[in-house]
């Protein structure tokens, strides 16, 4: 007799309340950071859980994490769910274990309820997915997807540790772990993950289709005027970069979010030089974060922003330079696996709206790579890298029974299958 696969609520929870356990802060938060004792601890955890199911655990390079229960057909590509163990150093215990905690709970209901998959599912726990200890972030899918690691070598910790023996030491604690190489192909991803914003919340909706992560560049814009006394120099003799800059960005401001409710733009960041409350400054430097889900379109705004600053510093006799600093494109996801997604939230009868992700996760690699899609549940005032992250533990589960759905189609999916 075949059971239907349902989720163990209190199994999912009692999980989330163990791993939380490990680098757990005094306020109640985690501080497990990427490939720490902390990370190391939770890895073996899930490790462990894994092979007292009977699921194969294997491990690569990049000391990411894979939990396989076979299918039907062992040749098929496995598809992937999970998300990431690791977090910010005054992280909270949702971000990252819940998607990869839920996860796990779907492979084990599936085992419990015996039910046969076409391909084989795998949960992956992604390495260094925050990037707060080891820059940059999402290292782990990124090499996955074939990012150039080469320059990661080098890289240090904050607190002094290096990353190449970190891994190391990570891969060789974890000896159970079957090696494999970075990069095995896959039929698709699923990643569950709390939505890090108010909407879902304020808007009462338990489950957001993620549709695209939103790209990402960082501009620094710096004007150059000439130093003057504040005192004795008059209107008509100044070249006041002040000016310019505060023109420039009450200009942006004015349009770019106004006329497109896809686009932000953040100023986060203003230096004058010298800074002397006394004179006009020499040069005015400021930070611009510009983030929309489409790259043609944070090509224009950069283009405007630009055209802007250039037109603003000229009214006042300046010159503008402008450096871009970081350069992250954003991926749509795949419309089948939005649709199974949109599909399985439906058969449970779950109100959905589809959103996109104002923050990166590592299904933004994976979708250049294989159809990708990820569920967002609501998190407590969208608070989120904060101690006081809360999840609903109603909400938790019913993000897990998604999941759980997603995969069963997914890995039957005769559109993954004829990819
Ligand atoms: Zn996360």
Not at 249 to 269: E, F, K
Not at 332 to 357: C, G, N
């Amino acid at each position: 007799m075949t059971l239907v696969p349902q989720i163990d609520g209190e199994r999912l929870l009692g999980r989330l309340d163990a791993f939380a356990r490990i680098g757990a802060t005094p306020a109640g938060g985690v501080n497990r950071q990427a490939l720490s004792v902390e990370d190391r601890s939770a890895r073996r955890l899930l490790a462990e859980l894994a092979l007292k199911r009977g699921f194969g655990v294997f491990q690569d390079g990049m000391a990411n994490l894979f939990i396989r229960r076979e299918g039907v057909d062992a040749a098929l590509p496995p598809l992937l769910i999970g998300s990431h163990l690791d977090s910010q150093p005054t992280g909270g215990r949702f971000d990252g274990a819940l998607g990869t905690l839920s996860a796990f709970e779907a492979l084990e209901a599936l085992e419990d309820a015996r039910v046969e998959t076409a391909m084989p599912i795998e949960v992956v726990a992604w390495t260094n997915e925050e990037g707060s200890r080891f820059a940059p972030g999402v290292m782990g899918s990124m090499a996955f997807t074939g990012a150039d690691t080469a320059a990661w070598k080098s890289t240090v910790a904050s607190d002094g540790a290096s990353l190449a023996s970190e891994l190391e030491a990570t891969i060789a604690a974890l000896p159970e772990a079957t090696p494999r190489p970075i990069g095995v192909p896959i039929s698709g991803y699923i990643e569950l993950h709390i939505e890090q914003g108010p909407s879902l919340e304020k808007e009462q909706i338990p489950i957001g289709v993620v549709t695209a992560v939103q790209g990402t560049r960082w501009l620094e814009i710096s004007i150059q005027g000439a130093a003057g006394h504040a005192g004795t120099t008059g209107l008509a003799y100044r070249k006041d970069p002040m000016v310019a800059a505060v023109a420039a960005m009450h200009s942006l401001q004015a349009t770019i979010m106004p006329l497109d409710t896809s686009a932000r733009l953040t100023v986060g960041r203003i230096a004058a030089q010298p800074g002397s409350i006394n004179a006009i400054p020499q040069s005015v430097t400021f930070t611009v974060d510009l983030r929309h889900p489409r790259s043609e379109r944070l090509d224009d705004i950069e283009a405007e922003l630009r055209r802007v600053c250039a037109a603003e510093a000229a009214a006042q006799h300046c010159t503008a330079t402008i450096r871009r600093s970081f350069d992250m494109p954003g991926a749509a996801f795949s419309p089948q696996m939005i649709d199974i997604v949109e599909a399985a939230a439906t058969s449970l009868r779950l109100p959905h709206k589809q959103m996109i992700s104002g923050a990166f996760h590592d299904a933004l690699f994976i979708a250049r790579v294989a159809p990708a899609a990820m569920i967002f549940v609501p998190c407590r005032d969208g608070l989120s890298h904060n101690e006081a992250e809360y999840v609903e533990p109603a909400d938790a589960i019913t993000g897990a029974r998604v999941l759980l759905q997603a995969a069963i189609m997914a890995a039957s999916s005769r559109d993954l299958l004829q990819r």
